[in-house]
Structure formats: C-alpha cells, structure tokens
Nanobody, 122 residues
Framework: QVQLVESGGGLVQAGGSLRLSCAAS????????MGWFRQAPGKEREFVAA???????YYSDSVKGRFTISRDNAENTVYLQMNNLQFEDTAVYYC????????????????WGQGTQVTVSS
C-alpha cells in the first residue's frame, strides 16, 4: 500500500510559477517511477511528466520547456516545478507511482494522490 499526499497548488497569474510536491509513504520509493497527471474540468486526465527510478525524465509536449520533474529519494518526495504557467494549465494535479514506467505513462497505476488544484488566471 502506497499513500501519497500532494501539496503546493494554488492560484497564480499567467506567467507565474508554482512548485508541487508529492510525499509518498513506504520504504521502497526509490524503486518506483513517479509521475504527474492533471485533469481539467470536463476533460480526461492527461499525462504531464514522469521520472524513472534512475532519474530519466519525460514530459508531455504541452509542458516541455516549462515544467521540471525531480525527485528526492531521501525524502520520498517528487516535485513538479511549473514555470510560465498558462490558463490552459488550470487543473487538478495528481501524482502516481508505479514500478513500471510504461504503465505509469498510460495512467493506469494502482495508486493516486488526492490531487492539488492549480488555477491560473489570465
């Protein structure tokens, strides 16, 4: 069982920045790939970014160059630094772990956090 707690969301003006955090329980955090997804009102949940257990990163085209995913295995935490936020980035952001990176990127992992709301005003 993995428990996840996201934080760091909020209201920001377009062009601003936020850093999301996701703290995970358990002693096997370093063996998991970690990812971020988001879901805007009326839309399906979509992949944002992922980081492998070895630190290799992946991004959706819509956030590449603006968002950075990182992890701190000592703190069991994954981060999402979001810069130059746009109105289209408004969504609830979720983190998810999976020992299979391909499965994680498909959004079918077994564990999900409760989400943190990011609202970007235009």
């Amino acid at each position: 069982q993995v428990q996840l707690v996201e934080s760091g969301g909020g209201l920001v003006q377009a062009g601003g920045s936020l850093r999301l955090s996701c703290a995970a329980s358990g002693r096997t955090f370093s063996t998991y790939a970690m990812g971020w997804f988001r879901q805007a009102p009326g839309k399906e949940r979509e992949f944002v970014a992922a980081i492998s257990k070895n630190g290799v990163t992946y991004y959706s085209d819509s956030v590449k160059g603006r968002f950075t995913i990182s992890r701190d295995n000592a703190e069991n935490t994954v981060y999402l630094q979001m810069n130059n936020l746009q109105f289209e980035d408004t969504a609830v952001y979720y983190c998810t772990p999976d020992q299979s990176l391909p499965r994680l990127r498909l959004g079918i992992s077994a564990y999900w956090g409760q989400g943190t709301q990011v609202t970007v005003s235009s």
